[in-house]
């Protein structure tokens, strides 16, 4: 085990990305399962939906609220509203953990019972530790500290922000989970003491949605490889910060294409799919 962090890289992140082969089907390629969105909150799930289609996979499935559901379709038929089979499941975003019904909070336990491997966010976070599947947590730095907090874990969004590696290590340490914890430089690690780091390539990033775009992202590449997860748990690291480059890439891609300029989530989620391209090229 190595006591200091690496910086993901391009090299590092082509590992990861797979094309289809001739003997491939929706199935094999990997189903995401998404529980997110709300009506307070619908464009987290069509964020994350859009962000995981371009990310490349077999299929999305979205059953979440009707509303959210035709906001979903709307931006991205492709989508899948029935239920079925589900290889890895995205759960959380857009949603209030102090406000999820009966149903929508079935619908988290279920997955969570699956067993497949799971991107826990946002409005999920506090339901880390109630499962075993493999899973990774995707805080910002007031969700760690709250998270954190809620385990009696005694910290403060000031300490986290200070000292994100060492809140990091200790909530990987703490859950027994692989933790992505956000922001300009995005560490993450897991309790093998695996611990990458992304530092980001443009700022324009901190923008509301774009922890969502990620979200996809990183479900995207935790289904296609659900095959391998199922014995190599550890793999859950090295796709968290594989997503977290390639997030990354596509922002600088999207800002470059407006000289610099700002972007929105969706711009980088529209960026994606020429970076896996240049990482399969690699
Ligand atoms: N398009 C969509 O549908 C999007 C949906 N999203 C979804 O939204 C959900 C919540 O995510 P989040 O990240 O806004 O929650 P978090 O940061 O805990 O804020 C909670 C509250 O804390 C406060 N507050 C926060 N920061 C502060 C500060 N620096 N300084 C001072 N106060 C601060 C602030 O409250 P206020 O003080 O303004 O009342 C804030 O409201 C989550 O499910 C996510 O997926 C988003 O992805 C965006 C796009
Ligand atoms: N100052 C910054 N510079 C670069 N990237 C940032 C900065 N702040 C946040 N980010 C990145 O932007 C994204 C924000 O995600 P998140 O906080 O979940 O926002 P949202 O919930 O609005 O989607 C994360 O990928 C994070 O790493």
């Given amino acids: 085990m190595d006591s200091s962090w690496q910086e993901w890289t391009a090299a590092d992140a082509a590992e990861w990305i797979v094309a289809p082969a001739a003997d491939d089907d929706k199935y094999s390629r990997g189903v995401l399962g998404v529980v997110a969105g709300s009506p307070e909150y619908p464009g987290a799930a069509v964020l994350a939906v859009e962000a995981a289609h371009r990310a490349g996979l077999g299929m999305v499935r979205y059953t979440g609220p009707r509303a959210v559901r035709t906001a979903v379709l709307a931006r991205r038929p492709e989508t899948v509203t029935s239920p079925g089979r589900v290889q890895a499941w995205l759960v959380g975003s857009g ?26 966010d946002a409005g999920a976070l506090d339901l880390v530790g109630t499962h075993t599947a493999p899973t990774v947590i995707t805080p910002h730095v007031r969700e760690l500290a709250a998270l954190l907090a809620s385990r009696e874990i005694e910290t403060s969004v000031a300490q986290v922000r200070e000292a994100p590696a060492e809140w990091a290590l200790r909530a990987a340490g703490e859950l027994g989970v692989a933790v992505l914890l956000k922001g300009a430089v995005t560490h993450i690690c897991d309790p093998d003491g695996d611990r990458y780091t992304v530092t980001a390539r443009t700022h324009w990033l901190a923008s509301a949605g774009t922890g969502d775009v990620l979200g996809g992202i990183l479900g995207a590449l935790v289904a296609t490889h659900h095959q391998r997860l199922t014995t190599d748990a550890e793999a859950l690291s090295a796709l968290a910060a594989t997503a977290a480059w390639v997030h990354g890439e596509a922002a600088r891609r999207a800002t470059e294409a407006v000289d610099g300029g700002p972007v929105t989530a969706l711009d980088i989620a529209s960026a994606v799919p020429r970076v896996i391209g240049a990482l399969l090229a690699y």
């Fill in 95 to 120: 949603i209030d953990p102090g406000r999820r019904s009966f149903m929508v909070l079935g619908d988290l336990q279920g997955a969570l019972a699956s067993r497949q491997p799971v991107v826990l």
